[in-house]
């Protein structure tokens, strides 16, 4: 199976900051790539998919990159609402594999 | 809108059962399959369980194979995951998660998410 490794685990960032999360796959996953945002009682969101194509509302602060093994998440100017914890799940072979979250918290 | 909704989550000792449930709504049901996804308290996400639109050919993680059982009714809008043997590590918020495709693959994205259902399992 796939194994996906994100970092930071954590992070501290101020509002208006860039952001980047990054996520590493165990091997080639090509643009397998998804991001989803998590928030305390909230169902989570689906953010970025296929690398970096942005989920229809999801703000165009927010910005996915990289193919192969190495992906990014980034932030640029972090919102207030934006203070939550984000996952990077692949999608090229079954099952389906996520990263152990990175929680984005406010400085 | 696209919404799922669970149910059924509670405290329950270890070696018990419990049974959730889900009920979605605005989209056309019976065409997609749906998931289990869960999420263990300072954890990661882990996929769990799903099935296909037409309820065959569920999939288990090795982490629940022989415990869980997954199933459909495309009737309903609904599906639900029976759960046995529980174990303390199965203590999670579990998540019905819309896929978007009619089958479980490789390539499959996950959404809508449902708000979740806490199940805790004690010693």
């Known amino acids: 199976d796939i194994q996906m490794t994100q970092s930071p685990s954590s992070m501290f960032a101020s509002v208006g900051d860039r952001v980047t999360i990054t996520c590493r796959a165990s091997q080639e996953i090509g643009s397998w790539l998804a991001w989803y945002q998590l928030k305390p009682g909230k169902a989570p969101k689906l953010l970025v998919f296929g690398a970096s194509r942005l989920q229809r509302g999801v703000p165009s602060r927010f910005s996915g990159g990289g193919s192969g093994t190495d992906f990014t998440l980034t932030i640029n100017t972090v919102q207030p609402e934006d203070f939550a914890t984000y996952f990077c799940q692949q999608a090229n072979s079954f099952p389906p594999a996520f990263g152990q979250g990175t929680r984005l918290e406010i400085k | 809108e696209e919404h799922l909704l669970e149910s059924g989550g509670g405290l329950v000792q270890s070696g018990g059962s419990l049974r959730l449930s889900c009920a979605a709504s605005?989209?056309?049901?019976?065409?997609?399959?749906v998931t289990w996804i869960r999420r263990a308290p300072g954890k990661g996400l882990e996929w769990v369980a799903g099935?296909?639109?037409?309820?065959?050919?569920?999939q288990y993680a090795e982490s629940v194979k022989g415990r869980f059982t997954i199933s459909r009714d495309n009737t309903k809008k609904t599906m639900s995951l029976q759960m046995s043997n529980l174990r303390v590590e199965d203590t999670a918020v579990y998540y019905c998660?819309?896929?978007?495709?009619?089958?479980?693959?490789?390539?499959?994205?996950?959404?809508?998410w449902g708000q979740g259902t806490l199940v805790t399992v004690a010693s």
């Open positions: 998660v819309k896929v978007w495709s009619s089958f479980l693959s490789g390539s499959n994205w996950f959404d809508p």
């Open positions: 605005g989209f056309t049901f019976s065409d997609y399959a």
């Open positions: 099935v296909s639109s037409r309820g065959t050919d569920p």
